[in-house]
């Protein structure tokens, strides 16, 4: 019974306001939304008590948005945030390998994990999946599948080219040591 009061809501005719067409617009605009949330919500299994109400989605692996969020949803947003975070702090750890590391011949650097990880978890508790995202993009190279504390701390891990070859356009971090280390440089013997 109360199933069938709902369908009959939903199978109203549109309301049509005369005379008033800044009202009349904003009311077709809500009714337009109304419907399309409507559909919308006929393809969510989490929103329907019986499974065969629901409209089944046809999904085509070939589609180029398979897998991938609807374009200009906050799930998108929010991925791009997440994608440019975990860049800048792949950039970051090869910075901190470029500039603590032992330089090599071909311009490149080296550091054993041991101190990169002594070095690092002060900035960030995330050094080995960082890592394992720089190596799969090809930045670094080191022996094995993971690294762990303590055992592997001998392992060598290298940047595979030059930092500035790496990221050619990059801006070096400013660090907030950096600023204080420049404002006791410019200090004069007076200052003190």
């Known amino acids: 019974m109360v199933k069938h009061t709902l369908n009959n809501k939903m199978d109203k005719a549109p309301i049509k306001i005369y005379g008033n067409d800044a009202l009349s617009s904003r009311v ?23 499974v065969s109400e629901m409209t089944h989605q046809k999904w085509d692996k070939n589609d180029p948005r398979y897998g991938k969020p609807p374009e200009g949803s906050k799930t998108e947003k929010r991925g791009m945030a997440a994608g440019a975070q975990i860049s800048n702090e792949v950039l970051f750890l090869c910075e901190m390998i470029a500039q603590y590391g ?66 050619p356009n990059r801006v070096p971090l400013k660090r907030k040591h950096d600023d204080e280390q420049e404002q006791m440089s410019t200090l004069s013997p007076e200052d003190y």
């Not at 090599?104 to 995330?126: H, M, P, R, V």
């Open 28 to 50: 077709a605009a809500f009714q337009k939304k109304a419907e399309a949330h409507t559909t919308k919500q006929k393809t969510n299994p989490f929103c329907h008590g019986n």
């Open 102 to 167: 032992v330089p090599n011949e071909d311009s490149t650097a080296s550091i054993s994990f041991g101190e990169l990880f002594q070095i690092y978890t002060t900035i960030s508790n995330k050094v080995v999946g960082i890592l394992l995202r720089a190596r799969k993009h090809g930045l670094v190279y080191f022996e094995g599948e993971m690294l762990y504390q303590r055992r592997d701390d001998n392992v060598i891990i290298t940047l595979l080219k030059p930092i500035d070859e790496l990221f």
